[in-house]
């Protein structure tokens, strides 16, 4: 029996990069954390938080997961969304901490128990020209990943999604008061992107998993052609083909290519992706737990996934907090249709702001055995780093119109 909720406040900082913390607290003195940060539009969560959830925590019975979570959903009327469901996501995430440490176990005995002993993880590898790129996925495996996003600049273009010119770790938020522009033209990276993955295949041999991420930029015929053209790389998966709200183009990407498909960090609930799983037209789901409804709802939409061989794979670069990131880590440890964990690294201040049992060696991933999700906040250094505005980047074509970034 867990003592009623008597404090619930939001904590924003920004360690390398800003994050929105939940802290909820109960008349024991048991203190659970959650994630709420979404990337560029930091204050609405917080804002959304602190002015309408807030208020409606005090008082509830914090063992009622399932509960809390119904009414915050069905009770928002105005539901659903990037920021309504990442307020629900911090609440469900801060409720599953405070179990585990009313139980005194890790969150993913509470999930049923691992199903694996450590979850792979697979990260970033990036470059502008192709003899940098096979140099920085070559640092990546002695690092000790197994599994490596590969993303190069093209010929034509001053800025490309996932690569700096002069820099081999991408991190696409920029601090300031208005976004980046980026330049983009798809049809100098279709010429470009099948010769530079299949290099990159050619020098690490065939037992590294090679990954690759599109953005939302390709019609539905560029990206099947993409994926035809990619096939002899031998990907892990080819990401964002297509923009999120065009579901339908898979059916042709689908009818083209036998390169896996791994869609969904955007999403916010199982009604984004439930088409998707359950007409098989992708082989990853990428929903967050920060994003889409926390461990309650994810839960959900890998049971759907499951069903239809649906692997999951929660999107996990330093947008996401190490808070998140340790629930996805508790997920993947006892969810048996998970697949992969990505992984950016943090910044080091935020490691230290975030102190975690999660871990990371030779390639793979373990949540710790911390009561809890396993994550706290140093909450006086977190105060020394105070909200910095910063925003995602923006695309142009090169013509001078916006396009999907
Ligand atoms: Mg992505």
Redesign the pocket.
Known sequence: MTDRIIGAEVIVTSPGRNYVTLKLQTADGLVGYGDATVNGRELAVASYLRDHINPLLVGIDPAQIEDTWQYLYRGAYWRRGPITMAAISAVDLAVWDIKGKAAGMPVYQLLGGAVRDRILAYTHASAWELPELLDTVDARRQDGFRAVRAQSGVPGLETVYGVHRDAHDYEPASRGTAPVVESWDTDAYLRHAPSVLTAVREHVGPELALLH?A?HRLTPQQAARLGKELEPADLFWL??VTPAENQDALRLVRQHTTTPLAIG?VFNTIYDCKDLITEQLIDFIRVAAAHAGGISHLRKIFALADVYQVRAAP?GPSDVSPVSFGASVHLGLSTHNFAIQEYMGYDPLAHEVFPHSWSFSDGYLHPGEAPGLGVEVDEQLAAKFPYEPAYLPVARTLDGAMTDW
């Open positions: 991420d953005h990401e964002d960090e999107h």
